[in-house]
């Protein structure tokens, strides 16, 4: 935050606690107050009329999480204050002392509405990030529920990110959808199928259809932000996603376990990329690892023809072809200059598909349902 801000912001909790202390100052000469008295506006005193804006009290107001957590212990709801009157106690106090439980109540009350206004304040001060577009290429197979799982956890601890999850499948698979319901990160569940000519090759270009539609749907519904193709099958480390949401063309970064090099990498020399390092050159003049890179949005729109070939071991090469002109001093570096490894090509370990279920045997048991979700 910059100096300027932290001021504005110390100036405006400073005078909140000024109006708190001249509030608590005036409560003994307060006897009560009525149901109508209560919902009337609430100004501010002299002092801080100009900093803190009039606000009023109603049976809707609802305060926020962050408030409740700041006042666990005295924060009622508005409902409950419109419900009471400030009256005295008959032993402890005199006729004009309204009870020590209203008086922090009246406190709590006005110290959460002041922190409701800086939070304000500084939410504009702090927009929302870039959005974050996710395109997930995934398909039938023992890990699938098991790799999307670990993935859309991931996920869920990045803000304004929407995830694309595209099925080769003649339909979205039920329990793939019930999952993505679960794991709660906005998302669509697309399908898109390898084209039938290509299934019957020995190497397949596995995950371009898939790709393209998300592609598709981006150029469809988006107008702004980053679209990053995230694989099922990596692990990430939550920095990447914060770094590759600011890319105004095409960022790269390193991508670690890629093949007996152990590392994919653009090759940086006094702050500009000079090459990459991969273990598989194969003529490409961008040999990436498709976790490497991110596109904005904006940059992809503007290249209408931009698109994944359905080329085994040169979809990255192709697709970031496409989008020329681009020239590698336009690529922006990520990770500390391709520096560190934020994600990893883990891979799980490929598992045979599950025996089938002896129904003899185990007919009306648990089992019955767990196969449906084994492959």
Known sequence: MRTSHKMYLTFILSSACIFLYQYHMSIPRITSFSQQSINEVITTST?????????????????????????????????????????????????????????????TTFGALAVETVNSLTSSIHPPPPPLYIITPTYRRPEQLAELTRLGYTLKHI???????????????????????????????????????????????????????????????ASDGVLYFADDDNTYDLDIFDEMRYTKKVSMWPVGLITKYGVSSPIVRNGTISGF????????????????????????????????????????????????????????????????ILVWHTQSKKNPNAMALDMTKYNNTNLVELKQILV
Not at 49 to 70: Q, R
């Open 277 to 340: 390092y991969d273990g598989w050159i194969g003529g490409r003049k961008f040999p990436v690892d498709m976790a490497g890179f991110a596109v904005n949005v904006n940059f992809l729109i503007s290249r209408p023809n931009a698109s994944m070939p359905y080329k085994p071991g040169y979809e990255e090469d192709g697709f970031l072809k496409s989008l020329s002109p681009l020239n590698l001093t336009e690529i922006e570096l990520m990770a500390s200059n391709c520096t560190q």
């Open 47 to 107: 002092t801080t009329k100009n900093l803190l804006p009039t606000v009023k009290i109603s049976n809707k107001t609802t305060p926020s999480a962050y408030t409740k957590n700041l006042f666990p212990y005295h924060f009622l709801s508005t409902n409950n204050l419109t419900k009471q009157s400030f009256t005295t106690t008959k032993h402890s106090q005199t006729a004009s002392e309204p009870s020590i439980q209203n008086d922090m109540y009246n406190l």
């Open 159 to 221: 803000s304004n990110l929407f995830w694309l999850v595209i099925e080769d499948a003649e339909k979205p698979t039920t329990l793939v959808t019930k999952l993505l319901q679960k794991i709660n990160v906005p998302f669509s569940h697309l399908v898109a199928q390898m084209p039938e000519k290509f299934r019957k090759n020995k190497v397949k270009p596995r995950g371009v259809s898939n790709r393209n539609r998300g592609l598709e749907w981006i150029r469809a519904n």
